[in-house]
């Protein structure tokens, strides 16, 4: 079927039906560039990437450059001379006899790539055949007999007109080695094609192309600061500094980009803040100290001050620049995709992404000092589906980035239609051609690595310009978040061959595409599925869980903290952090990030605490229980009680909660009153509890074991007073009743007598009490009540401990005070 629209000299390809073949002949295309130079088994690769074959092609062919002239990638037209430099080797067993390296003409019959399908299907070729047309006896280079493993460059100038292209499109362009194995004659051992796009008599009007430039990095600020006043920044490493400086990753990408006109500069507002933070004095964590907190023995000095003051001020130079246009993702770009398939529902996600949003502008126009544009969404590759955009909407993103494997076309459209499309709910994707955003996803290392890139990207865009001439469309280009060196490089070539003089580019911001009319018929159907293979490095729901309940245990920290503006704003960025993009290619860094702002937290609410203790002897009914309350932080804490619980009221009652207010680094003693009423042991739990609206409890509770041992002792004291005083009280009775009868009285009225005789006893108890006292009262004058010793010498509510040893109170038999 003839795809054309009948306009153009380039039809193109049906999206819907196509965009699984391109994906993967584009994919085969790039890993080509891995394949080794003496690989035995055969493979069919893209052009431009070594075909490697055994038995009748031993020969692995690869294409590095093709150059207009000895210049950079240029548009190429008829009158033109293409040189094509690349490398041959022997990657068979058996020694290449009489070799040169040749390039072919198309055939005559077909020699244009009409299609966008035709280009695709160029791509899946393997072995040498007919349809690659003919070879051309000049240009040719001899490269002689090759031995197992022996490799040899080559450099072929070839004349535009001579590979009979001259309408503008695409051709093939294939170069193979010609030779013997044996005595056989001479035929093709390998070949590697690539694309030659040429730009001939007939133009379009240039298609506006929109390339997102990523400048993300995984999080290294923490949640530790250092506890002097200003707060000093920690990193969890100083591997930024490498990148920052010379061919550092991030430096070529800001002076690689600072070149390009119209770019849209995509940037993680993290990375500014931490650069930022490197520009004064910080400190580095030493390895196997990520929970705990900063301190001098356990980092070091940053070396990045001047490598960082450098970089950002390079940065705002380019940002700045006229037709710049600058996306501020959310703060430190969290993981979409994982949020809606595993934390959608969490308590305070919503919130946690929204202020990511809006920090994420904040930061990023307060750093560079330009507007920012900070509704854009870009999940995880691109990748979208149901959930993920209505997270990212929920978020604030108005527009989503969206690769086009993600929202196929139909097969009713015979073109390739505008980046911009309409979704629903406000939202407008704008969508990266499938094939365009393969072609920048993985590291493009090496120059034939590059070449192909370039080559395939410049014979696309030619196709989709010309499908419509005079229409054109809005295109996005949408690399890795991982934009390498090589991959940046591959991409400014092609974007600077494409848009030159008669180019059909023109570089666009992303907000110029974003805002083009949807093309009718276009797909705007956001599937229910999402893509298997991304799945697996997702953030799961357990760890998901477990950074959102970072959030409320800073809450109840800073409840009880008198500086918690120290604290609340290095974890909630650390909490955002925790679910960064970026950890998808890092996950082992990602865990151990996640896991050290946790164990630092819990360090941090265990540093206010009750000290552990084991058994505490009672000795007797009443006393005084002392427990110990410490403060480890580096500031003072309030808004605290301590509170006792005993297990077995009806055996021992403690007093009642008392406040707790701690300086810095200090430790008090509190003292409960204790009742016991039987001897034995009772388990107690010491508490410590937020105060004010909704109390909750701070910490695990301390058990510890009352061993009561005098109260049966005193009991028997007791009454064995009482039936003493009896008896007395009965003798006394009986003398005076002896003494009346022998004076002659008689007892008219026993009940009269006994009346007599108890005044008779109050005279005699009162005497006994102003003259000698009873054993009792001799007990209590010679040692005060517990009541009276507290009131009279020790204070009764708290006492500092901090110059007093608490190691016996947190020993396994502890004494109290009584």
Do not use: C
């Not at 295309?29 to 088994?41: E, I, Q």
């Not at 028997?716 to 039936?723: E, H, K, Q, R």
């Amino acid at each position: 079927m003839d795809e054309r629209t009948g306009r153009g000299a380039a039809g193109a390809g049906r999206r819907g039906r196509w965009t699984g073949r391109l994906a993967r002949s584009t994919a085969a295309l790039l890993a080509g560039g891995l394949v080794g130079a003496l690989a035995a088994a055969p493979a069919a690769a893209g052009p431009g990437t070594l075909v490697t074959a055994s038995g009748e092609y031993p020969a692995a062919v690869q294409i590095d450059t093709v150059q207009v002239g000895t210049g950079a990638p240029q548009i190429v037209h008829e009158n033109d001379t293409v040189t094509i430099t690349g490398k041959v080797t022997n990657s068979g067993s058996e020694k290449l006899k009489s070799s040169k390296v040749m390039v072919r003409v198309p055939n005559p019959g077909k020699p244009m790539l009409a299609t966008r399908s035709d280009i695709d299907m160029m791509g899946s070729w393997g072995s040498p055949s007919a349809k690659d047309g003919t070879p051309l006896e000049n240009p040719a280079q001899d490269v002689g007999d090759l031995d197992p493993g022996q490799s040899k460059d080559f450099s072929l100038p070839v004349p535009v007109s001579a590979l009979g292209a001259k309408e503008t499109g695409s051709y093939e362009l294939a170069v193979d080695l010609w030779g013997r194995t044996g005595d056989d004659k001479a035929h093709s051992l390998g070949i590697a094609r690539t694309y030659l796009p040429v730009q001939g008599r007939t133009t379009a009007k240039p298609s506006p192309v929109a390339v997102v430039w990523p400048l993300t990095h995984a999080p290294v600020l923490v949640a530790q600061t250092m506890p002097d006043q200003d707060q000093t920044p920690v990193l969890r490493d100083d591997s930024l500094v490498g990148e920052l400086t010379g061919d550092g990753r991030l430096n070529q990408l800001v002076e690689i980009g600072a070149n390009m006109p119209n770019l849209t500069w995509a940037i993680d507002p993290d990375l500014l803040d931490t650069v930022l933070a490197m520009t004064k004095t910080y400190r580095v964590q030493k390895p196997g100290t990520s929970g705990e907190s900063a301190r001098d023995d356990n980092t070091v000095p940053g070396t990045g001050r001047d490598a960082a003051t450098a970089w950002l001020a390079k940065l705002k130079a380019a940002v700045s620049k006229s037709g710049s246009e600058v996306v501020s993702l959310p703060y430190a770009d969290p993981d979409l995709a994982s949020i809606a398939h595993n934390g959608a529902k969490l308590n305070g996600m919503d919130n946690a992404l929204r202020k990511a949003m809006t920090a994420g502008q904040v930061t990023t126009e307060g750093r560079l000092q330009v507007n920012a544009q900070s509704d854009v969404a870009w999940p995880y590759r691109g990748l979208l589906d149901q959930r993920t955009a209505a997270v990212a909407n929920a978020a604030g993103g108005r527009l989503v980035l969206v690769n086009g494997a993600s929202m196929p076309e139909s097969d009713k459209l015979t073109y390739t239609p505008g980046a911009a499309r309409p979704i629903g709910n406000g939202q407008t994707a704008v969508v990266s051609d499938a094939v365009l955003a393969s072609l920048f996803q993985g590291d493009l290392g090496t120059a034939h690595d590059r070449t192909a890139a370039q080559q395939r990207f410049l014979a696309e865009t030619l196709a989709i310009a010309h499908q419509e001439p005079e229409h054109p469309r809005g295109v996005l280009v949408l690399p890795s978040r991982s934009l390498t060196v090589g991959t940046a490089l591959a991409l400014r070539d092609s974007m600077q061959a494409a848009s030159g003089s008669g180019g059909w580019v023109t570089p666009a911001t992303l907000q110029k595409v974003s805002e083009m009319p949807a093309d009718p018929g276009v797909n705007t159907d956001v599937p229910n599925d999402y893509p298997g293979d991304a799945t697996g490095a997702e953030l799961s729901s357990a760890e998901l869980t477990a950074t959102m309940g970072i959030q409320d245990g800073v809450d109840q920290l800073m409840m009880i903290l008198t500086q918690p503006e120290r604290v609340r704003g290095p974890f909630s960025a650390a909490m955002v952090r925790s679910m960064s993009t970026s950890w998808r290619d890092q996950q082992k860094a990602g865990v151990d990030y996640r896991a050290g702002v946790q164990r630092y937290l819990d360090n941090l609410k265990s540093a206010v605490r009750v000290p552990k203790k084991s058994t505490v002897t009672l000795p007797g009914d009443n006393a005084t229980l002392l427990i110990s309350v410490k403060n480890d932080l580096t500031q003072a804490v309030g808004n605290l009680e301590l509170r006792l619980y005993s297990s077995q009221q009806n055996r021992l009652l403690v007093g009642d909660n008392q406040p707790v207010v701690l300086d810095a680094t200090t430790s008090r003693t509190f003292r409960f009153p204790a009742e016991a009423q039987v001897n034995g042991q009772v388990k107690v739990n010491a508490e410590l509890w937020t105060t004010g609206p909704n109390p909750r409890r701070y910490g695990e509770p301390v058990e510890f074991v009352v061993d009561v041992t005098s109260v049966a002792s005193g009991v028997t004291y007791v009454i064995a007073s009482g039936t003493a005083l009896m008896i007395l009280a009965g003798l006394r009775f009986y003398l005076q009743r002896k003494k009346r009868k022998a004076a002659g009285e008689i007892d008219e009225d026993p009940e009269r007598l006994l009346s007599d005789a108890e005044g008779g006893d109050d005279g005699d108890a009162q005497a006994d009490a102003d003259g000698k006292p009873t054993d009792a009262q001799a007990d209590a004058d010679a040692k005060p009540t517990d009541a009276q010793a507290d009131a009279g010498g020790k204070p009764t509510d708290a006492e500092p401990s901090s110059d007093r040893d608490d190691s016996d109170r947190v020993s396994g038999d502890e004494k109290v005070d009584h």
